[in-house]
């Protein structure tokens, strides 16, 4: 029985799988081929490839595509061109060259009409008249024939949003700017308002220009923005199409902007090319006047403008160059230059050390009959005149280098103490010297006074605390180096003790001789203590012949050892020597 009911429900359920295919098996063949072409990511590539032409081709003029293909667009190229930008260079250099030239020729072309007009009108008849009109109305020759000759000039151009009346954009013909043009946009804003409130107009009508002195201004009104330009002279009727144009322009190409326009006035630079468009100038045609003399008469009065200029320029760049040299060089200061009287004329300080003016003068192929100067003298605080001043001053000895930084001047090298002395108290006078170290050269002085010192023993006679004969020197030699030490302990703010003490021979008993030792060294003592100041401690002392220089028999090893020596000992440690500026 169960075996007969398991074979009906599985027939029954492969009725239901073939009613099931009957019915949704199509769309279950096409839900599998559509995940099939999802996973395959060549397939969604080859897809993207066939779409992607026709939708940047149908939403093209579309702002917002355009907004957010900008950022990608430009990283790429960005990156392009960081890592090679030869490609783009050859893509660009078939349209560069072409616009450079077209640019160029432009502006060559501008400026010779202007040169055409300043000739025709420089020297007929009609310039007489209106140089005169230029001196009794104060303007300038060019702003009178401009004048004369202009039909009409657009100046500038104002792109103002039409509900808060804030400036958009701005264009001007030329190199001029206006002064506030945000000024000018309230300006034109606020009559545009007062003449809507003030009078009986309705919805349709608007403000349509203003004149001002010589100038007026042109205004257009659109749905969202409003172009107000400014013309010199009388512009014609058909001008007004080219403000509309411009304004339609403008409304179709930056219509989301407008529309959300929040007070950031940057994508409106957008705007510049269809303002730049109604800037324009026209001028009056003239018949080109055909007088040969006077070319030849102007051709010649160019031809010896260009002469002087060329040797004026020449003069011109000698003299600055002769300036500027003088400006680079320590211990001159220009205080005015220019001309006076046809001459060159300099004035300034000059420290004695530096370099003399007139070498300078002759490097710059200047007569010295051209160049009238005056020079004050001074001290400069250079460090490289400085220096050369201290050493002119302090003449250091031979093997003492002196260097200047931040205004300390520093020794160092192999220098007597009196010398160091002598420069510690005269180097803070020196001009750009603050202070003087001579740290290094006090040291050495202060060891080769010690080593001098402790190596010199005067001898005595045998049996006496007098000196030996020929020992006066030695002894004055001993007084004058303990003199020396004074001064370098003075130097080097710094005390010494100065152990004397007395030497004899192996002969006679020892209660004889440390007796006969210490007189000797009291001796020494007493000639020393005449140069010794509070700085040196003088301590004398004897040990009899405990302490031989020599131990032998012989008559000439004992006199050796009827001596005096010294021993030095520095009280502290040695302090840095600087001498301040008083």
């Keep these: 029985m169960s075996d007969a009911r398991a074979g009906t429900d599985e027939r029954d359920y492969e009725a239901f799988g073939e009613l099931r295919t009957l019915i949704v098996g199509e769309e279950r063949d096409q839900l599998a081929s559509i995940r099939i072409r999802l996973d395959d990511q060549a397939q969604r590539q080859r897809d993207v490839g066939e779409v992607l032409p026709a939708v940047l081709l149908e939403h093209a003029a579309d702002p917002r595509f355009t907004r957010a293909l900008t950022p990608p667009v430009e990283r790429a190229i960005t990156a392009s061109v960081r890592n090679n930008p030869g490609p783009l260079a050859d893509a660009l250099f078939p349209v560069m060259g072409p616009a450079i030239r077209k640019a160029v020729a432009a502006a060559l072309s501008s400026m010779v009409d202007g040169l055409n007009r300043t000739l025709e009108h420089s020297l007929s008849w009609r310039s007489l008249v209106w140089r005169v009109e230029a001196l009794r109305t104060g303007k300038s020759f060019g702003e ?190 220009v205080v005015s230059s220019g001309r006076r009287f046809g001459k060159y004329a300099i004035s300034g300080l000059r420290d004695p050390l530096a370099r003399d003016p007139n070498a300078l003068l002759a490097e710059s192929s200047l007569a010295p009959t051209d160049v009238v100067a005056t020079w004050e003298p001074y001290y400069a605080a250079s460090p490289s005149l400085a220096v050369v001043r201290a050493r002119h001053v302090l003449q250091p000895p031979q093997g003492v280098t002196l260097d200047l930084k931040d205004g300390v001047l520093s020794a160092s090298g192999p220098a007597s103490v009196t010398w160091l002395a002598e420069a510690s108290r005269v180097a803070p006078l020196i001009p750009g010297v603050a202070a003087f170290d001579a740290t290094l050269s006090t040291d050495a002085a202060v060891r080769d006074a010690v080593a001098r010192l402790t190596a010199l023993a005067p001898l005595f006679a045998k049996g006496k605390a007098i000196l030996a004969p020929g020992q006066d020197d030695v002894l004055r030699q001993f007084v004058a180096l303990v003199g020396q030490l004074d001064t370098a302990a003075a130097a080097v703010r710094q005390r010494f003790r100065l152990d004397i003490i007395g030497h004899t021979d192996a002969d006679g008993a020892p209660e004889a001789n440390l007796p006969l030792s210490r007189a000797r060294a009291a001796t020494v003592r007493a000639a020393v203590q005449a140069v010794a100041s509070e700085r040196l401690e003088i301590v004398d002392a004897g040990v009899g012949s405990d302490d031989p220089a020599v131990r032998s028999d012989r008559e000439a090893d004992k006199q050796r050892n009827r001596r005096v020596t010294v021993r030095v000992t520095p009280l502290g440690g040695v302090a840095t020597v600087k001498a301040a500026r008083p």
């Design 144 to 333: 009178v024939m401009l004048l004369h000759t202009l039909v009409f000039r657009v100046e500038q151009v104002f792109l103002i949003d039409r509900t808060t009346g804030l400036l958009l954009h701005h264009v001007t013909e030329g190199p001029g700017e206006v002064r506030d043009a945000d000024l000018i946009s309230g300006m034109l804003t606020a009559i545009r308002d007062f003449v809507k409130d003030s009078f009986s107009v309705t919805d349709g009508d608007s403000l349509e220009g203003l004149r001002v002195g010589e100038l007026s201004v042109w205004i257009e009104q659109g749905p969202r923005a409003i172009i107000a330009a400014v013309v010199r002279g009388a512009a014609p009727r058909t001008y007004r199409t080219t403000l509309q144009a411009a304004l339609e322009r403008i409304h179709l190409e930056l219509a989301d902007d407008l529309a959300q326009f929040k007070g950031d006035t940057s994508a409106f630079e957008a705007a510049r090319p269809a303002l730049d468009a109604c800037l324009h100038t026209e001028f009056a045609s003239t018949a080109k006047p055909n007088h040969r003399t006077l070319w030849l008469l102007l051709s010649a009065a160019a031809l010896l403008l260009a002469l002087w200029a060329g040797f004026a320029f020449r003069a011109s760049s000698r003299w600055n160059h002769y300036v500027d040299a003088l400006r680079a060089e320590p211990g001159i200061v």
